[in-house]
């Protein structure tokens, strides 16, 4: 497979292909939610994918489960929608999963090239006022924090036979 046509296949994985799951857990005796892509494989496969990109959005909750004001989850929402239409614009970087519990919402991207997604990020939140937002950068070559997701998810499914 050449260059162009594996790459236009990851596009195809994230555009037309695209398929997102969803889990609830609990930590600490609140639950959270795991929306999740569980036919990333490809991405992985490709080794190229090495850096994790966490964007972290601290919110304050106004009910018991920590979760957020109906204004901060649509502020999030639009705020992602900007955000995979820049970083995922060429399949260099690709949005794996995301957390949403306990007054933070964690978007967890892989990416090949941390410059090019940090100018893409700027570009995305360039549409918006200040956002409570804080980056964190790391290697995740294996998609370790991605697959125990995916693992995660497999044993709740086991056990609820």
């Known amino acids: 497979m050449s260059h162009a046509s594996s790459s236009e296949h990851l596009k195809a994985l994230i555009t037309q292909d695209d398929t ?7 930590n600490a005796g609140t639950p959270f939610l795991v929306r999740f892509r569980p036919h990333l494989q490809p991405f992985i496969n490709t080794h190229q994918f090495t850096k994790r990109l966490i964007i972290l959005w601290n919110y304050v909750s106004e009910d018991e489960y920590l979760f957020p004001t109906p204004e901060d989850a649509d502020m999030m929402a639009d705020a992602e929608e900007r955000l ?5 614009a060429n399949a260099q970087t690709v949005l794996a999963f995301v957390f949403t519990g306990q007054e933070r919402r964690e978007w967890h991207w892989y990416t090949s090239d941390m410059a090019v ?10 549409y918006f ?6 980056l964190t950068a790391e290697d995740d070559p294996d998609w370790e924090e991605y697959l125990s997701i995916l693992e995660g998810m497999e044993d709740a499914e086991d056990g609820e036979d």
């Not at 997604?117 to 360039?126: K, T």
């Open 84 to 88: 995979i239409h820049h970083l995922e």
């Open 129 to 134: 006022g200040p956002l409570p937002l804080e």
């Open 117 to 126: 997604a940090q100018e893409q990020l700027n570009e995305a939140l360039s």
């Open 20 to 26: 997102w799951s969803m889990a609830e857990g609990e």
